[in-house]
């Protein structure tokens, strides 16, 4: 069974950094397109970042310049590097595989196969 589990979400202030992990099991890691989402109460499930086996990566404007995915690809865990932590970011964390042909198609949370329980990131003084 394929399971993706994230850890490292926490309580932060503003301007703070946390990174994310996501653990596999179960998946033809090198097959997907894994990707980052977030989700707060009463809106659409976002997505953050993705990137594909050759490190292509692609990220929403409202995360680029201050996230960073990457990946360990023999160990098949997905990363994401928090920086400059706002407000506004406060929100469940997500990581997914998605089967899709381009790491554009990453962002796309109607693609996923496969998704994590999430872990809770708030950004607050």
């Known amino acids: 069974q394929v399971q993706l589990m994230e850890s490292g979400g926490g309580s932060v202030q503003p301007g703070g950094s946390l990174r994310l992990s996501c653990t596999t099991s179960?998946?033809?890691?090198?097959?997907?397109?894994m990707g980052w989402f977030r989700q707060t109460p009463g809106k659409e499930r976002e997505g953050l970042a993705a990137?594909?086996?050759?490190?292509?990566?692609v990220y929403a404007d409202s995360v680029k310049g201050r996230f960073t995915i990457s990946q360990d690809s023999a160990k098949n865990i997905l990363y994401l590097q928090m920086n400059s932590l706002k407000p506004e970011d406060t929100a469940m964390y997500y990581c997914?595989?998605?089967?899709?042909?381009?790491?554009?198609?990453?962002?796309?949370?109607?693609?996923?196969?496969?998704w994590g329980r999430g872990t809770q990131v708030t950004v607050s003084s």
């Open positions: 990137i594909d086996d050759k490190d292509n990566t």
């Open positions: 179960g998946l033809a890691y090198e097959t997907y397109v």
């Open positions: 997914a595989a998605l089967g899709v042909g381009t790491v554009r198609a990453g962002l796309r949370p109607d693609f996923a196969d496969y």
